[in-house]
C-alpha cells in the first residue's frame, strides 16, 4: 500500500501562516504522515496539521518553547514504513551539503530539511537530500512549494516539490 508523505517547512505563522492554505489542506487530506522541518513558529500550526494526519516535527531557529514542548526535537532519526530517514531545520551552505548530510546521519536513506526557504532534491548513492521549501514565505523563488514522498516497504518510490501558489 505504501505511505504518502506531506513535507513542509517554514511556515512561519502567524505572520506568513494564517490557517492551513487551500492548494495545501488540498495535499493533506491524502497524507499518511506529516513531516514539517522547522519554523513553524507557533504550535497551534502543528495541531492544526495534526487533524489531518500524524506530524514530526523539528524545531527550527524561529520556533520558541511552545514548539519545543508540542514535541519539536532538533533533530529527529527514525523511519517511514521501513525507510531510515533524518530531519534537520538548517543543512548549513549549500556547498557540501550532501557529503555532510550523509556524514551526520549515516543510516538515513533520507534527508529532510528546511531553513533556506528554496526547494532542493538531490539524490547520491541511494541518499536523498530534499528541502520542500515554504509553502507561505517563498522569499525569492517563483513560487510557494511543498514535498510529496511516496513510500513503499523501506523504499523511496518518489520525491518531488510541488507548487502551490
Known amino acids: 500500500m505504501g505511505v504518502r508523505v506531506v513535507v513542509l517547512s517554514d511556515t512561519h505563522a502567524p505572520r506568513f501562516w494564517k490557517r492551513c492554505p487551500p492548494a495545501v489542506a488540498e495535499h493533506l487530506r491524502s497524507a499518511d504522515l506529516i513531516l514539517h522541518g522547522g519554523d513553524v513558529?507557533?504550535?497551534?500550526?502543528?495541531?492544526e496539521l495534526?487533524?489531518?494526519?500524524?506530524v514530526v516535527a523539528?524545531?527550527?531557529?524561529?520556533?520558541?518553547?511552545?514548539?519545543v514542548a508540542w514535541g519539536a526535537p532538533d533533530v529527529v532519526e527514525s523511519d517511514i514504513e521501513g525507510l531510515p530517514f533524518a530531519?534537520?531545520?538548517?543543512?548549513?551552505?549549500?556547498?557540501?551539503?550532501?557529503?555532510r548530510m550523509r556524514r551526520r546521519f549515516p543510516a538515513a536513506r533520507l534527508v529532510v530539511f528546511g531553513h533556506s526557504h528554496i526547494p532542493w532534491d538531490e539524490q547520491q548513492d541511494g541518499v536523498r537530500v530534499f528541502n520542500p521549501g515554504s509553502p507561505t514565505d517563498k522569499r525569492r523563488q517563483p513560487h510557494g512549494t511543498i514535498g510529496l514522498l511516496?513510500?513503499?516497504?523501506?523504499?523511496l518510490l518518489d520525491a518531488r516539490i510541488v507548487p502551490i501558489s
Open 41 to 47: 513558529c507557533v504550535a497551534p500550526v502543528l495541531d
Open 50 to 54: 495534526a487533524q489531518y494526519a500524524p
Open 58 to 67: 523539528v524545531c527550527g531557529n524561529n520556533d520558541g518553547p511552545d514548539v
Open 87 to 99: 530531519m534537520i531545520h538548517d543543512s548549513g551552505q549549500k556547498t557540501g551539503r550532501m557529503a
Open 150 to 155: 511516496d513510500v513503499a516497504d523501506g523504499v
